[in-house]
């Protein structure tokens, strides 16, 4: 399994960034797939999930309303779409596998199989 990300950058407040992530070596739709962010010091932050078929996503707080997570399954792909970016977004983005098969929507790294290099996505004020 390998899962690449990219699309990370340095950003004022306010703009946008797609992230997007490749995946090989998978049944691509046969997992769900999460983006996670993380911080120097903390604990790996869940963003984003969305299902194997694309029809239910689920987001953090934080970022619901202004990120949006989907995929192209022809394309092995799975997206961020990162509007009204804010310095609290700042940190490292990773996707991640959950699945195969049919699995229910979780927040919990623990839960999620094989993970990305990450991209760093630094928001400034």
């Known amino acids: 399994v390998q899962l690449v990300e990219s699309g990370g950058g340095l950003v004022q407040a306010g703009d946008s960034l797609r992230l997007s992530c490749a995946a090989s070596?998978?049944?691509?739709?046969?997992?769900?797939m999460g983006w996670f962010r993380q911080v120097p010091g903390k604990e790996r932050e869940f963003v984003a999930y969305?299902?194997?078929?694309?029809?239910?996503?689920y987001y953090a707080d934080s970022v619901n309303g202004r990120f949006t997570i989907s995929r192209d399954n022809a394309k092995t792909a799975v997206y961020l779409q990162m509007n009204s970016l804010k310095p609290e977004d700042t940190a490292n983005y990773y996707c991640?596998?959950?699945?195969?098969?049919?699995?229910?929507?979780?927040?919990?790294?623990?839960?999620?199989?094989?993970w990305g290099q990450g991209t760093q996505v630094t928001v400034s004020s």
């Open positions: 070596g998978i049944t691509f739709s046969s997992f769900a």
């Open positions: 991640a596998t959950r699945g195969p098969g049919v699995v229910g929507f979780s927040v919990v790294p623990h839960d999620y199989g094989s």
């Open positions: 969305i299902g194997r078929l694309g029809r239910s996503t």
